[in-house]
């Protein structure tokens, strides 16, 4: 089992930044793959960014290319997104979740576990 808590959200003028985290319960966060969705109000969860066990390979939704960057620790069991240049469309609860591999995967039904959620608002 693992166990995510996310924080960092908040409100934010367009064009700001900030950084959000997720983390984790138990020892075998390094074997986990990580990945960040959102989901707007009347819309769909979509995945953000993910990366795989080591922080080797991630992957990004073209919307954020350019603007986010996931990172992990590893020795602090927790994973990161930094999310600059924010726009009003990025408003969002953000969710971090924990997938039973250690290769990263673009699909939500590959993510075994799931963190509460932390609210990001960008106004314009």
């Known amino acids: 089992q693992v166990q995510l808590v996310e924080s960092g959200g908040g409100l934010v003028q367009a064009g700001g930044s900030l950084r959000l985290s997720c983390a984790a319960s138990?020892?075998?966060?390094?074997?986990?793959?990580m990945g960040w969705f959102r989901q707007a109000p009347g819309k769909e969860r979509e995945l953000v960014a993910a990366i795989n066990w080591s922080g080797g390979s991630t992957y990004y939704t073209d919307s954020v290319k350019g603007r986010f960057a996931i990172s992990r620790d590893n020795a602090k069991n927790t994973v990161y997104l930094q999310m600059n240049s924010l726009k009003p469309e990025d408003t969002a609860v953000y969710y971090c979740?924990?997938?039973?591999?250690?290769?990263?995967?673009?699909?939500?039904?590959?993510?075994?576990?799931w963190g509460q959620g932390t609210q990001v608002t960008v106004s314009s």
């Open positions: 138990g020892r075998t966060f390094s074997s986990y793959a």
């Open positions: 979740a924990a997938r039973s591999d250690s290769s990263l995967s673009r699909y939500i039904s590959n993510y075994d576990y």
